[in-house]
């Protein structure tokens, strides 16, 4: 197994370090929340449509398209914000994209070193684990022990390269397609797509592993150590 870094200078001012600022929306929040201003449930609700829902599924229509239209799957590859902006997809945290392709011998894996850089327009917000200073040191040093914390366990000659996402460049990943997935539609190929295969820490799903009248895969929750 090997393993590359591409890494990219972060001596930029990182838009998506969330630390201080969080703090300011808590305290917010509170105050709002404590005079009756809003409700802490409807805020709730709007976080998990962005983080579960909307960026994800944005970012599964991405995937399946390209599974579909080699045409689309090239131009993706050649410059990945234009073929995005193509679907309707754009806006702050992901003006600059590139995709990168799973195949059958190389798996990539999505980090942002040093904050937490991420493609929202196609993934939503980014999970927690993704902010984590463990996931962000772990998936350098230790890629395929973080894989594994996922339950994602690749064969050892497999080559896991990881992707260091900055404020100026955003990266998704281009899971490989299933199998046994000829005769199905493009919707019905976005649903097979998870968050996490386009972060790189899962894979796409296979048919009929979604629950009957799921519209969207459940979300993995990765171990205690990321």
């Not at 449930?41 to 599974?67: F, L, M, Q, S």
């Not at 190929?189 to 790189?200: E, F, K, N, P, Q």
Request: net charge negative.
């Amino acid at each position: 197994m090997t393993h590359d870094a591409e890494h990219h200078g972060h001596d930029h001012h990182h838009d998506n370090d969330l630390d201080p600022f969080a703090a300011r929306v808590r305290a917010l929040e509170t105050i709002l929340t404590e005079k009756g201003l809003i409700d802490p449930a409807a805020v709730d609700a709007i976080v998990e449509t962005y983080e579960h829902k909307v960026g994800p599924r944005n970012g599964a229509r991405v995937v399946a398209k390209a599974w579909v239209d080699p045409k689309f799957a090239d131009w993706l590859k050649r410059d990945a914000t234009a073929a995005i902006a193509s679907l309707g997809y754009t806006g702050r945290q992901g003006e600059h994209m590139q995709a990168v392709f799973n195949t059958d011998d190389t798996h990539n894996l999505i980090v942002c070193t040093l904050c937490s850089c991420y493609p929202w327009t196609v993934l939503g917000v980014p999970p927690v684990w993704y902010k984590a200073p463990s996931y962000r040191s772990q998936a350098v040093i230790n890629p395929r022990g973080v894989l594994a914390e996922f339950g994602l366990v690749l064969p050892e000659d497999t080559r896991i390269r990881v992707w260091d996402s900055t404020a100026e460049l955003r990266y998704m990943v281009v899971p490989m397609r299933p199998v046994e997935t000829d005769g199905l539609s493009e919707d019905e190929l976005a649903r097979l797509v998870t968050r996490d295969s386009m972060i790189g820490t899962g894979i796409a799903l296979r048919p009929g592993s979604l629950e009957p009248g799921a519209l969207w895969p459940a979300v993995s929750i990765p171990g205690a150590g990321v």
